[in-house]
C-alpha cells in the first residue's frame, strides 16, 4: 500500500473515527483511541510490511464460524495483506481495541467507511470485541493473554520455513498481568525468536481504573528484560520515538516495546473521568452535549450531529 | 408487564457479605461488570483485588478457603473455567474449598462472542466432582443466589444474570429444588436460566393451541434428584423438551437424557441449545433467535414431540423483551 497520509493524519483520523462512533452509539472504547491512535497508524502506516488487502473493503457479513464443511469461512487476517512468505502478520490481541483497529483500516485505506456502520450490529463481523472473522483480526484473542503465545509460536514456524515475513503483536498492559504473557516471553527468548516483536499500549488502565489500584504490575521494563527480551519504553504519542524503537536490534531475542501513552491523549475532556476510562458512557444528554462540543473542537471537527436522545 | 430489576445482584451481595464476615469478595478487574463497584466502595476491608489474573485467583481462593474464609470469585463466566481450569481442580474442587464462583454473562447472555460466552460451562462443571452448579433464571433467583450458594459445604458455580433482570418468582431459591410452573399432561419442558423467560413467552400461544404444557424450572443442576424429574415424565403423555442456554451436551438436555435412559423411560426426548457450536457476537434476542434458544424454537420442538403442527406464528409469542447493547442499565464495558 503506498503511504497516502501522514502517519500524523491517520492518527487524528483514527482519533476522530471513533470520537464520532462513540457520539453516536452512546459511548465505546474511546480512551483506547486516544492512547493507542498512534501505535495503530505506526503500524500500518509504516512499520509493517503488508500486502494490499485480500477481502472486500466493505465487509461481508458473518459466514458462521469454523466447522466442518463451512467453506464460507475466512478470518479478518485478508485485511492485513496475503498471507505470503514476505509479507508481516499483526494479532491484536486486546481484541476490545477492535474500535480503534477498524478506524485503522479505514484511514489505510484498506476497509471502507461502511465497515464501521456495521460495527456491534447483529449479523455482522465487524465485531465489539474483535472475533478471528473480524476485519484485521487474523486469531481470536479476547480472552486477553493469549496473543503473544500465538505469535510467537506463528514466529517460529515462520522461521523454520524460512520466510522473511516477521510477526507483530499490538498488546494492552492489562496482558501483563495474567501469567501466560510471560511465559510466552520465556519461551520466545529461550528459542531465540527474534522474528516476533509487540508493541504494548501501556496507558496504565484496564477496566476497574488505574493498574496500580488494581493489581500494581511494578516494572515492566525491568521484567521483560529479565526473561529475555530486548525491551525499548518510549512516549507512545511521539513518533520518531517509536521508530527509533523499532530499529532496535535485537538479535536472538524478541523486542518488546513499551509505548507510555496517555488515556485522554487528543481528547482532554476526558481527564473529567479518570480513573474510569475503560468504557466511556455518556451517564446524561447534557454531558454528551458538553463531550461532543469539547471533543470536537480538539480534534479540530464540527461536534457530531446527534438525533434528539 | 413483568417487573424489571435493576442490578439485583449488587444489594444482594452487599446485604448477605455484610452480614457473614467470613466472606470475601475477589473480583479480577470486572468489578463494575459484575456489580459489586458499590460493595467495594462501601466495604474495602472484605474485598480483594486480584487484577486481570485468573489463574492465581483461583488457587488463591484455595488458600483463603484452608483459612476458613468463604469467598465469592467474581467475572464473567467464561474467565472462572476456561483458563482456571487446572486450578479449579486442583486448589478448589478436589479439596472440597467453600469457594462460591459467580459467573456472569452465561451462554449467549455477551455479545462478547466465543471468547466471553460460556456456553459449555455446565458440562464442565457437571463432569467435576464435588462441584455444585445453580443458575438463576430471574431477580429473585439472583436475590438469593449468595444465601443458596454459601448453604453449600463445597465449591458452587453459579450462572448469575446482570443489569435488568425480570422478575419471575416470588419465592427464593431453595437448592434442590426445582420449580413446577405449569402442570399440563402434554409435553413436559424444562427449561434453565434466562430460557425459562423464553418458555414463558410461549405459555399462551401453547395454550391456545390447545397443548396442555408442564414446566420445570431448574435452578439446581447438581447435585439433582432424579425421583421428581422421573415423576413429572410420567405424568405427560408425549414426550420432553429442553431448552438451554449452553451447548446441548453435558448440560441439562443431557442430564435428562442420562436420567430418562437410566430409568428406561421410553419417550421421547428433544434438546434444545447450541448444536455442536460455537456461537458469536451479537444481541441476546439475535443470538436466541439465530441459533434456536427462542420461544419459537421451543415450539418447533414441542410440535416435534406432538408430530403436529400448533399453528403458532412468531407473532402469537409474547414480545421478546430488548435490552439496548448500551442502554444505561448495563454495566459498563461488557
Ligand atoms: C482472560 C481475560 N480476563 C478478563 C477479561 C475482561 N477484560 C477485558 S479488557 C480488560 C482490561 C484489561 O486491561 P487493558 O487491556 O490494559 O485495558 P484498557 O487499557 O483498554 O482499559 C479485562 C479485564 C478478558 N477479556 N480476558
Ligand atoms: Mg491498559
Redesign the pocket.
Given at each position: 500500500m503506498d503511504n497516502r497520509k501522514s502517519t500524523q493524519d491517520v492518527a487524528l483520523g483514527i482519533r476522530r473515527r471513533v470520537f464520532e462512533h462513540s457520539m453516536r452509539n452512546n459511548g465505546g472504547?474511546l480512551?483506547?483511541a486516544c492512547?493507542a491512535a498512534e501505535q495503530l497508524a505506526f503500524l500500518y502506516n509504516e512499520a509493517l510490511n503488508l500486502g494490499d488487502p485480500t477481502l472486500p473493503a466493505i465487509p461481508k457479513p458473518f459466514a458462521g464460524v469454523p466447522r466442518a464443511g463451512n467453506d464460507e469461512y475466512v478470518t479478518g487476517a485478508g485485511y492485513n495483506g496475503p498471507f505470503e512468505p514476505q509479507y508481516d502478520r499483526l494479532f491484536i490481541a486486546?481484541?476490545?481495541?477492535a474500535l480503534v483497529a477498524y478506524a485503522t483500516l479505514i484511514e489505510t485505506g484498506r476497509m471502507a467507511p461502511e465497515g464501521l456502520e456495521m460495527f456491534n450490529r447483529d449479523g455482522s463481523s465487524v465485531e465489539m470485541i474483535g472475533a478471528e472473522h473480524s476485519p484485521g483480526m487474523e486469531v481470536h484473542n479476547?480472552?486477553?493473554?493469549i496473543g503473544l503465545s500465538t505469535g510467537a509460536g506463528l514466529a517460529w514456524g515462520r522461521k523454520r520455513r524460512g520466510e522473511t515475513g516477521k510477526v507483530c503483536v499490538f498488546m494492552?498492559?492489562?496482558?501483563v498481568q495474567?501469567g501466560q504473557t510471560w511465559e510466552a516471553v520465556q519461551a520466545a527468548a529461550h528459542h531465540g525468536i527474534d522474528n516476533l516483536w509487540a508493541l504494548m499500549?501501556v496507558?496504565d488502565?484496564?477496566?476497574d481504573g488505574a493498574?496500580d489500584s488494581v493489581m500494581d504490575v511494578r516494572d515492566i521494563a525491568a521484567k521483560f528484560r529479565t526473561f529475555g527480551a530486548v525491551c525499548v519504553e518510549v512516549d507512545a504519542h511521539d513518533l520518531d520515538a517509536l521508530r527509533q524503537a523499532k530499529a532496535e536490534p535485537h538479535e536472538g531475542q524478541p523486542l518488546i516495546i513499551l509505548a507510555r501513552s496517555s488515556?485522554t491523549h487528543g481528547m482532554s475532556f476526558l481527564q473529567r473521568r479518570f480513573p474510569r476510562?475503560?468504557y466511556v458512557r455518556f451517564k446524561t444528554t447534557e454531558e454528551r452535549d458538553e463531550m461532543n462540543a469539547a471533543i470536537a473542537e480538539e480534534l479540530g471537527i464540527q461536534p457530531v450531529e446527534l438525533e434528539a436522545h | 408487564m413483568v417487573e424489571m430489576v435493576n442490578r439485583p445482584y449488587a444489594g444482594a451481595f452487599e446485604k448477605f457479605a455484610v452480614a457473614n464476615p467470613d466472606v470475601l469478595c475477589l473480583s479480577?478487574?470486572?468489578t463494575s461488570s459484575c456489580e459489586i463497584d458499590g460493595f467495594r466502595d462501601r466495604h474495602p476491608e472484605q474485598f480483594l483485588s486480584l487484577g486481570?489474573a485468573?489463574q492465581n485467583m483461583m488457587s488463591f481462593a484455595g488458600g483463603l478457603g484452608l483459612a476458613g474464609f468463604r469467598p465469592f470469585l467474581h467475572?464473567?463466566g467464561v474467565?472462572l473455567y476456561r483458563?482456571p481450569y487446572d486450578q479449579l481442580m486442583a486448589s478448589v474442587a478436589y479439596p472440597r474449598r467453600k469457594v462460591r464462583l459467580m459467573g456472569f454473562l452465561p451462554g449467549i447472555t455477551t455479545p462478547g462472542g466465543m471468547?466471553?460466552q460460556a456456553i459449555e460451562d455446565v458440562a464442565v462443571m457437571r463432569s467435576i466432582p464435588n462441584m455444585t452448579i445453580l443458575e438463576t433464571g430471574d431477580a429473585t433467583e439472583v436475590e438469593s443466589i449468595c444465601e443458596a450458594a454459601d448453604s453449600i459445604d463445597g465449591p458452587v458455580y453459579c450462572r448469575v444474570l446482570r443489569g435488568s433482570v425480570p422478575r419471575l418468582f416470588d419465592t427464593p431459591i431453595e437448592v434442590g429444588r426445582m420449580r413446577e410452573l405449569a402442570m399440563g399432561e402434554d409435553v413436559l419442558v424444562v427449561t434453565s436460566g434466562i430460557a425459562t423467560e423464553e418458555a414463558l413467552r410461549a405459555r399462551d400461544a401453547l395454550s391456545g393451541a390447545g397443548v396442555s404444557i408442564r414446566h420445570l424450572h431448574i435452578n439446581t443442576i447438581k447435585p439433582f434428584d432424579p425421583q421428581p424429574l422421573l415423576d413429572h415424565i410420567a405424568s405427560v403423555k408425549k414426550g420432553v423438551v429442553v431448552l438451554e442456554n449452553h451447548v446441548i451436551d453435558g448440560g441439562v438436555g443431557s442430564l435428562v437424557a442420562e436420567i430418562m435412559a437410566e430409568n428406561a423411560v421410553g419417550k421421547p426426548l428433544v434438546r434444545l441449545g447450541l448444536r455442536d457450536t460455537y456461537a458469536h457476537g451479537g444481541s441476546r434476542a439475535y443470538l436466541m433467535k439465530h441459533y434456536g434458544l427462542d420461544a419459537a424454537a421451543l415450539v418447533a420442538g414441542i410440535e416435534k414431540i406432538i408430530g403436529a403442527k400448533t399453528g403458532i406464528t412468531e407473532d402469537a409469542l409474547a414480545v421478546a423483551r430488548v435490552d439496548a447493547v448500551h442502554s444505561a442499565v448495563k454495566a459498563e464495558?461488557?
Open positions: 472504547y480512551s483506547q492512547s486486546p481484541a476490545h481495541y479476547g480472552t486477553l493473554g494492552s498492559d492489562g496482558e495474567e499500549d496507558n488502565q484496564q477496566c493498574m488515556p476510562l475503560h | 479480577a478487574d470486572l486481570m485468573e467475572s464473567f474467565f483458563r471468547t466471553h464495558a461488557l
